[in-house]
Structure formats: C-alpha cells, structure tokens
C-alpha cells in the first residue's frame, strides 16, 4: 500500500485534531484553528512537492523533437507526435514542460518568418532608448512601398505571438495549420507587402527584486516590551509564511514583475501604434487586414480611434471568429455601416461554408466556416478565400474587380487579382457593382 506525500504532511494534524476533541473549551479553540489550516492547504500545491524540477531543454533538440519535412512535430528517435502527460500524475510538471516547448517553438516561428518569409524584425517603439522595454513587428521589404496593396495580419489573445495562429495547432498538427506562414507566402507571390503584428508581446518579465524590511527595533521610540512583542509576532508570521511557501512553491520558482512597453501595453494600443508609424505611412493604396479573434476588437478600437484614416485607406477586412462587439465597444454608426459594406466575420458553424448565420450585432455579416474541429488556426477559411472561383456575385466574399455602372469598363480600378481571392471588395460601398472577368493581370 502507497501512502503520498501529502497524506504523510496531513497524519500529524489529523492526529491532534483527534486528540483535542476530547478537551475542553480551549482545545476546541485549536480544533476551530487547525481546521482553518487545513482549509488553507491545497492538495494540489501539496503535491508540488512530488516534482521533479522544472528544468527543462532550451531547444527542441533537446527536448528530442524536430518539424519534419510536412511540418510536423515528432520525436527525433521514435517519430511519434508530442505527448504532453510525459509524467502521469504530476499535471503541473507536464504543463510548464508544455509551456517551455511552447516557448521554443515562438522562437522558431519567428527564425522562419526571417528565413522563408525573408521579413525584417522591427522593433517598436521606434524611438525607443536602449534599456526600456521594447517589442517589434514583421515587415516584408516592399511593406512601405507597395503602391498597390499590404496585408495586415493580426492574431489572436493568448501564449501566441507574431507569424502563430494556434501554438497548439503547432505542437499537434503542423506549421501550416498553426501559422500564418502559408498565408504570408501566397499574398507575397501576389504582390502584397505584408506587416505582421506581435499584440500580445505587451511587456517584458524581470526578478521580482527582494525587499529589506527594516526591524521595527531599530526605527522606532515605542517601549521595549512592546517592541519585544511586535517582534515576536513578526518572527512567527514569517515562520507560517515561510511554512506555507514550503510546500506552495517547493520549487521556489522566481517572483517576477511586469515592465510594460511604451504605447505597446496592449493588444489595443499595439495596433494603434504599428498603424501610425507604419500602416498609415505606407504608399498602398489599398490595405487589407485579417484578423482572428481578439484581433478583430483591437481592429474596432483602432477603427474607433483613427475612422477616418481608416476608411480612406482600408479596402476590405476578413475577420475570423472576431470577438469584437460593436455595443461593448461603443462603436458609432458610421462605424458599424462600413463594416458592413467591408468586413466579414467567417464563425464556426455547423452550417454549409459560406451560409449567412445570424447575428444580434448590427455590423459585418457573418458567415459559416463550418464545424472545423480546431478552428482556432483559421486555415480551412484561409484556404476558401485563396481558391474561390473567379466569377462571384457581388456580395459573395472575394475580391472582385469593381466599377461604376455604365463607365467605361476598361477604366474600371482594380482592387485585387480576383484569381487571389483573399478577401471580397467593397471599395465602392453604396455604389452599384459590376463584376468582371478579367485575366491573372497581378493587380
């Protein structure tokens, strides 16, 4: 018969517990007490105590794990995928094992943004001096220069940074289903510039430093015997502390802070920023954005706070499964009118690809992306809007070439090379629309 740790800790309480239930008064004082204490302890901390250290590789080789050629994680020696419960029973120790891989594959992800997508690393704020706490972006060469057309791309709230749509869907399918790599590489071999944003790299992490509290004997006039007793309770306080933080953080895991970055604190203040000092400067004439999840809401607040820069320069949005909410956000009607003539909300939906679903929100329409199990990458979406046929009607959600009606159609603007089909066209929102077929022309 096994008997665990925490059970061995709990035996000496249980026992005095037991014994003082047969005393008086007084004793049951202590009894009240020491079920407080026990009421406090958490068996879960307990068992912290059973861990191994958290002291794990910083490299997937270490780790044992490498992307096959498909893009899939697998152990170097066995070929399997990950397996995340690599020690039964001890959740915590398999979590922060997940976490440090985690952490990894950020890095990685960022080396390929680098390397395949040959995008720069731009650290933001721009001006910022050499010791503060600084954050950065991914541009493609031409990002600023493109007169034609920019992608913008923003993910969701979470562990994930730029280039990621799901860490998870990294860790358990592949590269292509967990990042943006796949979309970043068709929009630059259809002439986009691209930026991808980073907003949830909002701060940078450092020790927590340790705070001498000077004796109360040495500062202060109080009388001895008073001081005596302030001093002892002191010392027995600390005594408990430390007993509790025994077995809460046997590990003894460092404390840290938050330094928050200048103009970067938030997903929010992060998209606001990068399109200031980047978006809004860039020479395209048309910029498109996709934004997953939170991405959508920190694209309303920037709607919000910049709408007339906004609709002079932004052709379409494709947001997927948004979490915006146009009433939360106080979203004004002129707002809510544009996105609906511009943007589209692809949700997860049992219902066929592309059925209208309903909405209690008066902004963009909404359509299926059917049941995708993990739809957190967005892919199965992604992958509709590159191969949609070249004829659609209008409200179809592809990018289209628009003119008004009854002008001469070979003067009509082009938006996007309809064979890309990333987004649909409202460019001309409350005019009439007429789609054409034209020829792979790299508009």
């Not at 002439?191 to 340790?210: C, H, R, T």
């Not at 970055?261 to 954005?289: C, L, T």
């Not at 979203?331 to 009118?337: C, H, L, M, N, V």
Request: glycine fraction near 4%; proline fraction near 5%.
């Amino acid at each position: 018969m096994s008997i665990s740790l925490s059970s061995l800790i709990l035996l000496p309480i249980w026992i005095s517990m037991a014994h003082i239930q047969q005393g008086g008064p007084d004793e049951k004082e202590k009894t009240t007490a020491l079920k407080d204490l026990l009421s406090r302890i958490d068996l879960d901390e307990l068992m912290k105590k059973d861990e191994p250290p958290l002291d794990f590789p910083d490299t997937l080789e270490g780790f044992e794990y490498a992307f096959n050629e498909k893009g899939q994680l697998r152990h170097i020696k066995t070929g399997e995928p990950f397996v995340f419960n690599y020690r039964e029973d001890l959740h915590r120790w398999n979590q922060k094992r997940y976490e440090a891989l985690g952490e990894i594959i950020t890095k990685y992800v960022y080396e390929l943004l680098e390397k395949d997508c040959n995008l720069k690393k731009i650290s933001i704020p721009v001006d910022a001096t050499e010791s503060e706490p600084k954050s950065f972006i991914f541009m493609s060469e031409d990002a600023l220069t493109n007169p034609q057309k920019l992608m913008v791309l923003i993910h969701g709230s979470g562990v994930v940074r730029a280039g990621q749509w799901a860490r998870r869907l990294i860790i358990n399918e592949d590269l292509d289903s967990g990042t943006q790599i796949p979309f970043i590489k068709r929009a630059m071999d259809e002439g986009y510039g691209v930026i991808v944003l980073n907003p949830n790299e909002n701060y940078i992490e450092v020790e927590k430093p340790k705070i001498h509290v000077q004796s109360s004997s040495d500062s202060s006039d109080e009388p001895a015997e008073k001081r005596e007793r302030k001093d002892k309770v002191s010392k027995e306080t600390k005594k408990r502390r430390d007993f509790y933080e025994k077995y809460r953080n046997p590990q003894r895991e460092k404390e840290m802070m938050q330094l928050y970055i200048r103009e970067n604190g938030s997903p929010e203040e992060h998209a606001v920023y990068v399109w200031d000092h980047f978006i809004a400067q860039s020479a395209a004439e048309n910029v498109f954005f996709v934004a997953h999840s939170y991405g959508g809401l920190a694209f309303v607040e920037l709607m919000i706070q910049r709408e007339a820069d906004v609709k002079s320069k932004v052709t379409a949005v494709a947001l997927t499964d948004s979490v915006h909410n146009v009433w939360h956000q106080e979203a004004g009607k002129t707002i809510r009118e544009w996105m609906r003539e511009n943007c589209c909300n692809w949700v997860s939906s049992s219902e066929p690809l592309d059925t209208s679903v309903e909405s209690m929100l008066p902004d963009c329409p909404r359509v299926s992306a059917e049941k995708v199990t993990e739809f957190t990458s967005a892919l199965k979406i992604h992958r509709f809007i590159l191969h949609r046929p070249r004829k659609q009607t209008v409200r179809r959600l592809v990018l289209l070439k628009c003119v008004k009606r009854g002008e001469d159609k070979g003067k009509g603007q082009g938006l996007v090379n309809p064979e890309s089909t990333f987004l649909f066209c409202s460019k001309y929102s409350g005019m009439p629309l007429e789609v054409l077929e034209v020829e792979n022309d790299g508009i």
